[in-house]
């Protein structure tokens, strides 16, 4: 197919939306396997949670390739399948193909620690038995960005900047929705002033859809302010989706959005409760723990404990992540890290056995926290300095945030999407994760996925006929309804103070800490929000306004449908699971009789560990189903090699 360029329409025969590791990684599979014509199209090759985003270490998690302790694909394939309603086929896929997405990565020059005799090595991350997960440091996903774009330019693929989708194209086929495209708003032109909206229209017979987390949704987020999703649109166009409960929350400074994990916590810095005022500063862990050493080695733990896991309470480590939002989300007061004193009563003789050694070990037994960190690891103290925060001074503000969205849109085993065929969800918003995942299967599950979708879009037969003039002529139709839609805008509130709505709604009752009633109330509130944006818009200014209008409009319908979906499982009565636990009034476990005892939490439901919770929503009847069914096992492939060679010749593998 040929590029066109007239009255601002493309044509190409593979898009890719989206520049984050994952879509980076699609083009560039695309490119390499001789799909003729390939586009990137994104908000801009700076702008999407991987090249904004770190973390202390922040992880890569492949097959094992070192030392004397055997792997397999069907070993690592058990790890991510033991993170429950996570799909068997899927986890042997990412397992299959982790060694070949990862040397891919290490190919580009991306320089993964390895000994002398090019052993890669490796250690043990959370919810990973053996010790598979690598990493280059705090950038390791903006590192995977940076080469993959060195490659993309010295290969010529073809990269639309600064385009931000609006709306998705789809056309009927065989009684089913293929992709055919999308509509895009060509930001550098509205924002260099005052001009008219300046829409384009990319036709596609392959749609490879890369547009990152739901990083938009919530109000307390740790995910980079410039990132905010775009799984709405997706699910607009009848996209379905997975398993949209499952999230991980965390403690992340809110300043400069970062997690506070691993060596930050090691340091075992005091946390300090402060008025509104600033006044009334206390330590506040104490109250719960009670004694002294208890609050040192839970904090001691959460360096290795980051995310919220309801599996850790009352007794474990996500007792502080509780603590924090009983602080600042029902006390209304505000939480900070304080580096430079210890927390009260700390003394290393009556530490855990495992917090002394391993401060010992790193010669960090210093006299305060920050000399701590210092001595673990001074980049961790460099790096908040370079975004104006000096740790020997300043006390760091934190909250439980929202970081990683383990459910998302579905895909099958080439990660298209079974709903609407030529559409590839890759990256975070494919949900292939289940319950739990190991640190780092993100990455990896990006990476694959760029592969499958890359593999499977070149070898298919693409001759069956495409009706790109009606793809077309529906787009102008949508940019007209998209122009009038703006035109007659009526709100007195602008997309800013609506943002902000639901995002306060997503943080209160859709994160960590979630109760029926109140999802009850918020999904009724979300829908009518959603109903209000889309009769009177938003109060409109400029064209700025008008095309983060166009973004509220998919967002606001994204955190309605999470919330329906959360709701629904809750409903359900999956109980306390991952990294959310589910508060009840009628039934569940108090936490503690004295500090929280009206909050009684619910048990995990095992039946809903082995299934998975499908959602769609039609355009057509307007409404949105969810249920849940049994999660495909872990397959038996055949591996015999003849057979195997005998259908590579014959193309059919
Ligand atoms: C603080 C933090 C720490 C993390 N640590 C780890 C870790 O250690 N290991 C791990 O595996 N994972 C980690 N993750 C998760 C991981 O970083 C992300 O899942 C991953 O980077 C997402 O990559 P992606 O390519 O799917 O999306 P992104 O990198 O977010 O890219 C999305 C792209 O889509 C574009 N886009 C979106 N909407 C539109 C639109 N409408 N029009 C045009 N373009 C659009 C964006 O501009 C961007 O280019 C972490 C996440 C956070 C926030």
């Known amino acids: 197919m040929k590029t066109r360029n007239d009255s601002n329409a493309f044509m190409f025969d593979a898009i890719v939306l989206g520049s984050g590791a994952a879509g980076l990684n699609a083009a560039l599979q695309l490119s390499l396997r001789g799909v003729r014509s390939v586009a990137l199209v994104s908000e801009g090759l700076q702008m999407g949670t991987s090249i904004n985003t770190g973390s202390d270490k922040q992880t890569y998690y492949k097959i094992g390739m070192s030392g004397k302790n055997p792997d397999s694909n069907y070993l690592m394939a058990q790890s991510l399948y033991d993170g429950f309603s996570m799909h068997g086929d899927i986890a042997l896929v990412e397992a299959s193909l982790s060694a070949r997405a990862f040397l891919n990565l290490h190919s580009l020059g991306i320089r993964f620690p390895s000994d002398p005799y090019g052993q890669f090595a490796a250690y043990k991350t959370d919810h990973d038995p053996v010790g598979r997960a690598s990493s280059v440091g705090p950038y390791t996903s903006r590192e995977i960005c940076r080469f993959l774009i060195e490659e993309l330019k010295r290969r010529e693929v073809k990269i639309f900047e600064g385009r931000l989708a609006v709306a998705l194209l789809t056309l009927d086929e065989n009684e089913k929705k293929r992709s055919a495209g999308l509509l895009a708003l060509n930001m550098s032109e509205t924002a260099s002033g005052g001009k008219k909206l300046k829409f384009e229209t990319f036709i596609s017979k392959d749609l490879v859809f890369a547009v990152g987390g739901p990083g938009g949704l919530y109000k307390r987020s740790v995910y980079p302010h410039v990132h905010t999703g775009s799984i709405g649109l997706a699910l607009m166009a009848g996209a379905g989706a997975q398993n949209l409960c499952e999230s991980q929350f965390g403690m992340a400074s809110t300043k400069f959005r970062w997690n506070v994990s691993g060596s930050y916590m090691q340091a075992v810095p005091s946390f300090l409760s402060v008025g509104k005022d600033g006044g009334d500063r206390r330590e506040f862990l104490l109250d719960y723990f009670k004694s002294p050493e208890r609050v ?30 009983v602080e600042t989300e029902i006390k209304g007061r505000r939480v900070f890290l304080d580096f430079k004193s210890n927390p009260h009563g700390f003394d290393a003789a009556k530490i855990s056995d495992e917090a002394r050694s391993y401060l010992m070990k790193s010669g960090a037994l210093a006299s305060s926290p920050v000399e701590r960190l210092m001595a673990i690891n001074p980049a961790a103290i460099s790096l908040y300095m370079e975004h104006g925060i000096n740790l020997f001074q300043d006390e760091l503000g934190i909250a439980v945030c929202a970081q990683h969205n383990n459910g998302g849109l579905s895909g099958d085993t080439w990660w298209e999407s079974p709903d609407l065929s030529h559409f590839y969800p890759v990256g975070e918003v494919n949900g292939s994760h289940g319950v739990y995942r190991p640190g780092g299967a993100a990455l990896n ?209």
């Not at 959460?302 to 309470?313: A, E, L």
């Not at 693409?462 to 529906?474: E, M, Q, R």
């Open 296 to 325: 040192c080695d839970m904090t001691f733990l959460k360096g290795y404990q980051w995310p919220f896991d309801s599996r850790k309470i009352p007794a474990g480590s996500s007792m502080i992540d509780i603590l924090v939002h």
């Open 445 to 653: 599950a990006g990476q694959v996925g760029a592969f499958r979708a890359a593999e499977h879009i070149s070898r298919k037969d693409n001759t069956s006929a495409f009706n790109a003039d009606l793809a077309l002529k529906i787009a102008s139709d949508k940019i007209q309804e998209l122009r009038e839609w703006i035109a007659k805008s009526r709100n007195r509130r602008d997309w800013r103070s609506e943002r902000s709505e639901f995002q306060d709604r997503m943080s209160s009752h859709a994160a960590h800490i979630r109760s029926e009633s109140g999802l009850c109330a918020a999904r009724d509130a979300a829908w009518e929000q959603f109903r209000r944006i889309k009769l009177e818009g938003h109060a409109i200014e400029s064209e700025e306004d008008a095309a983060e209008s166009l973004r509220n409009i998919q967002l606001c319908f994204a955190h309605a449908v999470y919330l329906d979906a959360i709701s629904f499982a809750v409903e359900s009565g999956v109980g306390s699971r991952g990294s959310a636990i589910v508060l009840s009034e009628k039934d569940g476990d108090q936490i503690d009789a004295d500090l929280l005892k009206e909050w009684r939490i619910q048990n995990c439901n095992p039946l809903f560990l082995e299934q998975v919770l499908e959602t769609k929503f039609s355009d057509g009847s307007a409404q949105i189903r969810h249920g849940w069914v049994p999660r495909r096992p872990i397959p038996e492939s055949d591996l015999w090699f003849e057979t195997l060679l005998k259908s590579i010749s014959a193309n059919v593998q």
